[in-house]
């Protein structure tokens, strides 16, 4: 067999579907097509009806799903998961790689990658992570430290990156924790300088207690705009000595956890799930990351989290 299989990557609109979907390319090493799908509103029925069709997929804007065919198709989330299994009704041969739950027969997949903290029964091709696959590598890190050390290099060490998530469809945050946040961080962060960034779902009220928060301290902020295609984001996680992020976004805490630096996670409970409260307390209970709430600036953590490369080895080493 080709030492470079041919390999589809599925992606759709879902941006931690695709950061899941081409980390897991990239790192694999071989050559990729990346295949965009948009759905009908089909796709909104249970993927035991839709099984291998194309009956969720709008054909007229997705890209082409026809031969030649792949031999190797790499999908992430629910929605995509037929798709994928009409490529293999296609092409038997195909080798499919699911990432989270397909909410169909398991066993239709070669290697379905579940988080730990995420349950299926009935599978006997799972392949358990900590954390999600991502598209933060070392060489990104090193092209981001090069292209924002005009804007962090200056800043005083030792440097605290602040990763804010937010609100999600489990509950808002409470005012008492955002205080903690922001207090816990001030405190480590007090002798360095602070890089903070907010995202999509932080929400407005809390930007003006961060301006609290730095005042009299070296210190970058970056409010989250849709409309700004350029953030930060890498050049925080390149420069930083230290990173503090919040528990409720799996995907910033796992890219943290990949930098090899100290990581502080602080989990704010009204909009955590139980499974994000289950990720946190395994990632510190496997020394990846530490509770904000009991501050040790001179922790390390004991590996580095690259889910992305740990699948691809799984990968290369069962297909065949």
Not at 5 to 34: F, K
Not at 275 to 298: C, M, S, T, Y
Request: charged share 20%; glycine share 6%; with cysteine.
């Amino acid at each position: 067999m080709s030492s470079e299989p041919h390999v589809w990557a599925l992606t759709d609109d879902r941006a931690g579907n695709v950061s899941q979907v081409i980390g897991v390319a990239d790192s694999l090493g071989w050559p990729y097509e990346l295949k965009h799908i948009r759905y009908t509103p089909y796709i909104r029925l249970p993927n035991l009806l839709l099984g291998s069709s194309l009956l969720g997929i709008c054909q007229k804007t997705s890209d082409s799903l026809a031969p030649p065919w792949p031999d190797i198709v790499i999908a992430a989330g629910r929605r995509s998961a037929s798709a994928a299994l009409y490529i293999r009704k296609k092409n038997p041969k195909t080798f499919l790689v699911h990432m989270m739950s397909p909410d169909t027969r398991p066993n239709e997949f070669d290697i379905i990658a579940l988080p730990s903290h995420d349950t299926v029964a009935g599978a006997s091709n799972l392949v358990r992570t900590l954390g999600a696959p991502h598209l933060v590598t070392e060489e990104r890190l090193k092209q981001a430290r090069d292209y924002w050390a005009g804007t962090f290099g200056g800043l005083k060490h030792p440097k605290t990156a602040l990763l804010i998530g937010g609100n999600t469809s489990h509950g808002k945050w409470r005012e008492e924790e955002i205080n903690t946040l922001l207090r816990h961080t001030r405190s480590l962060a007090d002798k360095g300088s602070l890089m903070v960034t907010t995202s999509r779902r932080t929400p407005s009220h809390i930007v003006p207690r961060i301006h609290d928060m730095l005042a009299g301290m070296s210190h970058y902020l970056y409010v989250y705009d849709e409309q700004h295609k350029e953030t930060p984001y890498l050049g925080m996680l390149a420069h930083a000595d230290r990173i503090v992020v919040t528990g409720e976004s799996i995907s910033m805490c796992s890219e943290a956890c990949f930098t090899g630096k100290p990581v502080f996670v602080y989990s704010p409970t009204h909009a955590m799930s139980d499974k994000h409260k289950r990720f946190v307390e395994l990632l510190i209970g496997q020394g990846f990351a530490w509770p904000l709430e009991d501050p040790r600036p001179d922790w390390q953590p004991v590996n580095i989290l690259n889910e992305a490369g740990r699948l691809a080895t799984v990968i290369r080493e069962r297909y065949q």
